[in-house]
């Protein structure tokens, strides 16, 4: 499979996930509206992801994943095996002894993450966090799931995997929440429980597909094994990177709990609308980003085993092409277009005017920097490759202390606003200061016509954007009905891509030519 197809693969499977994703928050918004629960949902369901990213598809991820790609291109499929093996099992035990502490502790987690919320909403929280927090045992593994398939070059299973969440979280909402309602429970509490079941399901899935390859880890129980686990080279070698790796992504997590806290002492709402905006900022991120990360990075880990520096280079080159081919059209977007998107996605049943324009403008703070977030995600896994983490933390650390900079002079004029610009220029920074660092260490070679095709690319660009802001002006999004917006949005976002696209083929860019490169 080659990488573009691999990368479209795992591309459209995540679209579908980001479908269902928003099919879910589209349930939720008519539902819920806006309001301190809600605010106590996201706050208890961004402690589970919060720590998944931390530790499953952040800093456990990073670590694994090279050192699995290493081991198989090195040592051969049998000595990989006993390394999957070795991992499973420390990381099973790890994460049961997490579990338990984390739902103990569930009332200082909420506390610390937003402690502006009111009494009611509080305890909301606390209670929503237990019932959800062994959603990051099962995310855990099935992050070590997603590595194994993806070194073996098996994409579908883990792109699909996400969907099974959402259509939990649908079932949750659309048939959940009104029978606790008649119950007389808060029915938010529904979608908590929604979310231990999509957990569940997504872990389900990753069995077969193990087991078809052979790769399904053996888990072992006694002490003496686990001892054994512990003490085996490539766990040690996993943990001594995860180490430099979890400091890097908890600079990160760490800015998101910042901001979440900074939003929790803010209007009534803020951490709501900056999460509607926040999961329309993953649709990008997410079809172009992760997906080029996730079939790089074992790509690039196998070139560095193999000292084939040339083809590193050349598979960076087009991943960096793709970003700003893909992402520059999507960042205009959401800075000229956002409001007529937000109205026609959320703007029903108990979603205000008002809460349409706050959405919009979190989600216009995102596009600013919306090429620097998809950007890092291409950039990072050129370090991990060559087992350097430290230097992708050292910028996160610096990249933190600008952002929350950023955000005590922001924060008193754009209020939640300001905590999206300030992750997106943060994420320009970072973007910019790897980059630099790939090409001065000699590892990244920019193949020549960088200059013409940002030129190409920023102009056809330019053109789409006037277009998209003309159609964001010409209608009153907001009176319009439903049908109505939904017709104009989808008119509008046809007739834009052929503009952009039409004018790139104008100016000379062969694309066909440069997802085959």
């Given at each position: 499979?080659?990488?573009?197809?691999?990368?479209?693969?795992?591309?459209?499977?995540?679209?579908?996930?980001?479908?269902?994703?928003?099919?879910?928050?589209?349930?939720?918004?008519?539902?819920?509206?806006?309001?301190?629960?809600?605010?106590?949902?996201?706050?208890?369901?961004?402690?589970?992801?919060?720590?998944?990213?931390?530790?499953?598809?952040?800093?456990?991820?990073?670590?694994?994943?090279?050192?699995?790609?290493?081991?198989?291109?090195?040592?051969?499929?049998?000595?990989?095996?006993?390394?999957?093996?070795?991992?499973?099992?420390?990381?099973?035990?790890?994460?049961?002894?997490?579990?338990?502490?984390?739902?103990?502790?569930?009332?200082?987690?909420?506390?610390?993450?937003?402690?502006?919320?009111?009494?009611?909403?509080?305890?909301?929280?606390?209670?929503?966090?237990?019932?959800?927090?062994?959603?990051?045992?099962?995310?855990?593994?099935?992050?070590?799931?997603?590595?194994?398939?993806?070194?073996?070059?098996?994409?579908?299973?883990?792109?699909?995997?996400?969907?099974?969440?959402?259509?939990?979280?649908?079932?949750?909402?659309?048939?959940?929440?009104?029978?606790?309602?008649?119950?007389?429970?808060?029915?938010?509490?529904?979608?908590?429980?929604?979310?231990?079941?999509?957990?569940?399901?997504?872990?389900?899935?990753?069995?077969?597909?193990?087991?078809?390859?052979?790769?399904?880890?053996?888990?072992?129980?006694?002490?003496?094994?686990?001892?054994?686990?512990?003490?085996?080279?490539?766990?040690?070698?996993?943990?001594?990177?995860?180490?430099?790796?979890?400091?890097?992504?908890?600079?990160?997590?760490?800015?998101?709990?910042?901001?979440?806290?900074?939003?929790?002492?803010?209007?009534?709402?803020?951490?709501?609308?900056?999460?509607?905006?926040?999961?329309?900022?993953?649709?990008?991120?997410?079809?172009?980003?992760?997906?080029?990360?996730?079939?790089?990075?074992?790509?690039?880990?196998?070139?560095?085993?193999?000292?084939?520096?040339?083809?590193?280079?050349?598979?960076?080159?087009?991943?960096?092409?793709?970003?700003?081919?893909?992402?520059?059209?999507?960042?205009?977007?959401?800075?000229?277009?956002?409001?007529?998107?937000?109205?026609?996605?959320?703007?029903?049943?108990?979603?205000?005017?008002?809460?349409?324009?706050?959405?919009?403008?979190?989600?216009?703070?995102?596009?600013?920097?919306?090429?620097?977030?998809?950007?890092?995600?291409?950039?990072?896994?050129g370090y991990y490759a060559s087992l350097d983490i430290r230097t992708p933390v050292k910028i996160a650390i610096a990249v933190l202390v600008v952002t929350q900079l950023l955000n005590v002079v922001l924060v008193p004029q754009?209020?939640?606003?300001?905590?999206?610009?300030?992750?997106?220029?943060?994420?320009?920074?970072?973007?910019?200061?790897?980059?630099?660092?790939?090409?001065?260490?000699?590892?990244?070679?920019?193949?020549?016509?960088?200059?013409?095709?940002?030129?190409?690319?920023?102009?056809?660009?330019?053109?789409?954007?006037?277009?998209?802001?003309?159609?964001?002006?010409?209608?009153?999004?907001?009176?319009?009905?439903?049908?109505?917006?939904?017709?104009?949005?989808?008119?509008?976002?046809?007739?834009?891509?052929?503009?952009?696209?039409?004018?790139?083929?104008?100016?000379?860019?062969?694309?066909?030519?440069?997802?085959?490169?």
């Amino acid at each position: 499979m080659s990488l573009f197809k691999a990368a479209s693969t795992v591309s459209l499977l995540t679209l579908a996930s980001r479908i269902t994703g928003l099919v879910r928050d589209l349930l939720m918004a008519s539902a819920f509206g806006v309001s301190g629960l809600t605010d106590a949902f996201n706050v208890a369901f961004r402690i589970p992801n919060l720590l998944r990213r931390l530790f499953a598809e952040g800093a456990f991820s990073q670590a694994f994943v090279p050192v699995l790609a290493r081991s198989k291109a090195a040592n051969g499929e049998e000595a990989t095996r006993h390394l999957i093996d070795a991992v499973a099992t420390v990381l099973t035990w790890v994460l049961v002894l997490t579990c338990a502490v984390g739902v103990v502790a569930s009332p200082i987690l909420v506390w610390l993450l937003a402690s502006g919320l009111d009494a009611h909403s509080f305890d909301s929280g606390v209670l929503m966090t237990r019932i959800m927090f062994p959603y990051i045992g099962c995310m855990s593994l099935v992050a070590f799931s997603a590595g194994i398939l993806n070194t073996w070059r098996h994409f579908v299973v883990p792109a699909a995997t996400p969907v099974l969440l959402n259509l939990a979280m649908i079932v949750a909402a659309w048939l959940g929440a009104p029978w606790l309602a008649k119950m007389g429970i808060e029915p938010i509490y529904a979608m908590a429980v929604g979310v231990m079941v999509g957990g569940i399901l997504q872990l389900a899935v990753q069995v077969p597909a193990l087991r078809r390859l052979g790769l399904l880890p053996h888990i072992s129980l006694s002490w003496r094994r686990v001892r054994e686990a512990w003490r085996d080279p490539g766990v040690r070698q996993v943990l001594t990177l995860m180490l430099p790796a979890l400091l890097g992504v908890g600079v990160a997590q760490l800015s998101l709990l910042i901001n979440t806290q900074i939003a929790s002492h803010l209007a009534a709402g803020s951490v709501t609308w900056v999460w509607y905006a926040d999961r329309l900022m993953e649709f990008p991120t997410a079809l172009l980003g992760v997906a080029l990360g996730v079939v790089l990075t074992p790509q690039l880990s196998a070139a560095r085993a193999k000292g084939d520096d040339a083809r590193y280079s050349q598979m960076l080159d087009w991943g960096l092409r793709l970003v700003v081919v893909l992402s520059l059209p999507c960042a205009a977007a959401l800075l000229v277009f956002a409001t007529p998107l937000i109205a026609t996605l959320f703007y029903h049943g108990k979603f205000a005017p008002d809460d349409v324009q706050r959405v919009a403008l979190a989600l216009a703070g995102y596009g600013v920097g919306l090429v620097g977030l998809v950007a890092v995600k291409v950039l990072a896994p050129g370090y991990y490759a060559s087992l350097d983490i430290r230097t992708p933390v050292k910028i996160a650390i610096a990249v933190l202390v600008v952002t929350q900079l950023l955000n005590v002079v922001l924060v008193p004029q754009l209020q939640h606003a300001a905590l999206t610009l300030s992750i997106a220029l943060g994420a320009l920074l970072n973007a910019g200061w790897l980059l630099t660092g790939l090409i001065r260490r000699g590892s990244y070679q920019p193949a020549a016509g960088w200059g013409v095709f940002g030129a190409q690319t920023l102009g056809a660009t330019l053109l789409m954007s006037a277009f998209l802001a003309w159609a964001g002006d010409q209608f009153d999004w907001l009176a319009l009905v439903s049908w109505q917006r939904v017709a104009l949005l989808a008119g509008s976002i046809l007739v834009a891509m052929v503009v952009y696209f039409g004018a790139l083929a104008a100016a000379g860019v062969k694309l066909r030519q440069l997802v085959r490169r």
